[in-house]
């Protein structure tokens, strides 16, 4: 994993895509704070699957200790889509 500086970043921006290309990760700091990084799209995507795995993990751990089934959010949900349904063919 390299970083860099925005200053830096922004002079290599193509270097930066390459090594996204490549597997490789890049950390860019301002004032040397990290602010960013530029990883590779596959990796983007499967870290925001892993959030929304764990997300609707906790919607199911919540849903549940409030005594809540996935029926309930069911019928509540079609009931909401019928009203407002009704509000605009009025």
Known sequence: MMTINVSRAKA??????RRA???????????????AAVLPYDEYINLTRIRNYL????????TKKAGVT????????RRQLETRSDKKQQ
């Open 12 to 17: 290599k921006f193509l270097e930066v895509i």
């Open 55 to 62: 997300a609707m993990r906790r919607i199911c751990q919540i």
């Open 70 to 77: 996935a029926q309930d959010i069911l019928e509540e949900s």
């Open 21 to 35: 290309e490549d597997s490789k990760n890049t950390i860019i700091e301002k004032k040397g704070v990290p602010v």
